[in-house]
C-alpha cells in the first residue's frame, strides 16, 4: 500500500521559514517524480516544485522560484520543500503527490497525471 505522508506545517510569521518532509512508503519509487501542491481557502490547487527520484532534476513554478527549495533523501524515502521568505498568501494546504516517469515543462503541473497524494499539511503565515 502506496503511502505519502506530509508533515511539518504549521504557523509562522511572514518571513520566517518552514521545511515540509513527505515521507513514502509501499513502493520503489526511483522510476517516479515527485511534486510539492498547494491549495488555499476558496483556490484551486496549484503546482510548486517538483523533483525527479531518480535524477535529482527539480523544476518550480515562478511563483515560489527562488523562494522554495525542494530536495530528496533516497535513503529515508523523503522529499522536503524547504519555503523561505513565507508570506501571508502562503497560507494553504500542502500536498505532496507521486507520478511514475520524468515530467517535461508544464507537464509538471498536469494534476491528474499524479498517482499518488498525501492528505495534506496546513501551513499559516500571519502577517
Known amino acids: 500500500q502506496v503511502q505519502l505522508v506530509e508533515s511539518g506545517g504549521g504557523l509562522v510569521q511572514a518571513g520566517g521559514s518552514l521545511r515540509l518532509s513527505c515521507a513514502a512508503s509501499?513502493?520503489?519509487?526511483?522510476?517516479?517524480?515527485m511534486g510539492w501542491f498547494r491549495q488555499a481557502p476558496g483556490k484551486e490547487r496549484e503546482f510548486l516544485a517538483g523533483i525527479s527520484w531518480g535524477s535529482g532534476s527539480t523544476y518550480y513554478a515562478d511563483s515560489v522560484k527562488g523562494r522554495f527549495t525542494i530536495s530528496r533523501d533516497n535513503a529515508k524515502n523523503t522529499v522536503y520543500l524547504q519555503m523561505n521568505s513565507l508570506k501571508p498568501e502562503d497560507t494553504a494546504v500542502y500536498y505532496c503527490?507521486?507520478?511514475?516517469?520524468?515530467?517535461?515543462?508544464?507537464?509538471?503541473?498536469?494534476?491528474?497525471?499524479?498517482?499518488?497524494w498525501g492528505q495534506g499539511t496546513q501551513v499559516t503565515v500571519s502577517s
Open positions: 503527490a507521486a507520478r511514475s516517469g520524468l515530467p517535461y515543462g508544464r507537464s509538471w503541473y498536469a494534476q491528474g497525471l499524479y498517482d499518488y
Open positions: 509501499g513502493r520503489t519509487f526511483s522510476n517516479h517524480a
